[in-house]
């Protein structure tokens, strides 16, 4: 199995860290050439404004629409969340477009701008994940083909699936707790 991580900006280097620990084949992702061959791309955590503008400038937008379209398992981290949604509030960059979520940028107070907490992810089992939020967008709302995965305590939805795209309004690469990137390799793997 090959993974890619878009390497525009961003915490592309830990995301890498973590497939190499669970023994995936981890590549960064700059050139169109290097989305071939892959069965699974990362779009990590960042600034969602100056991804969205490297992803023009390195020609990669086309590319992974169409590979998207084909069926590529997507995983977004944070400011990729951003990338992947359709519809957005709050200053959005242009988008990928590609899932049927609504985000608001920013969205967490001054105060609770940056927070950890232990969340209930059923699809990750009985134990709580720990995530970890640095001025994260969140998901307004779901389309109907949407799965939600997470919330916070107040309701707020932090994470979701629509078919193979996955969507976390956190930091998994920041954490040794790596069922969040497993159960991404479970759907690249068909298994989820
Ligand atoms: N605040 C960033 C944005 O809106 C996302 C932050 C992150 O990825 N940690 O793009």
Known sequence: MKIGVLAAQGAFAEHIA???KLEVDAVPVRLPRELEGLDG????GGESTTISKLITAYK???VIK???GKGLPIFGTCAGMILLAKHGINGYPETLKL??????????????????????????????????FIRAPLIKS????????????DGTIIAARESRLLVASFHPELTDDHRFHQYFLDIVAGKR
């Open 142 to 153: 779901v389309g109907s083909g949407a799965e939600v995965l997470g919330k916070l305590g």
């Open 66 to 68: 169409e590979r998207a």
């Open 60 to 62: 990669l937008r086309e």
């Open 18 to 20: 973590v497939l190499q």
């Open 99 to 132: 899932m049927d979520i609504t985000v608001s940028r920013n969205a967490f107070g001054r105060q609770k701008e940056s927070f950890e907490t232990d969340l209930k992810i059923p699809a990750l089992g009985e134990k709580p994940f720990h995530a970890v």
């Open 41 to 44: 791309l990362i779009i990590p």
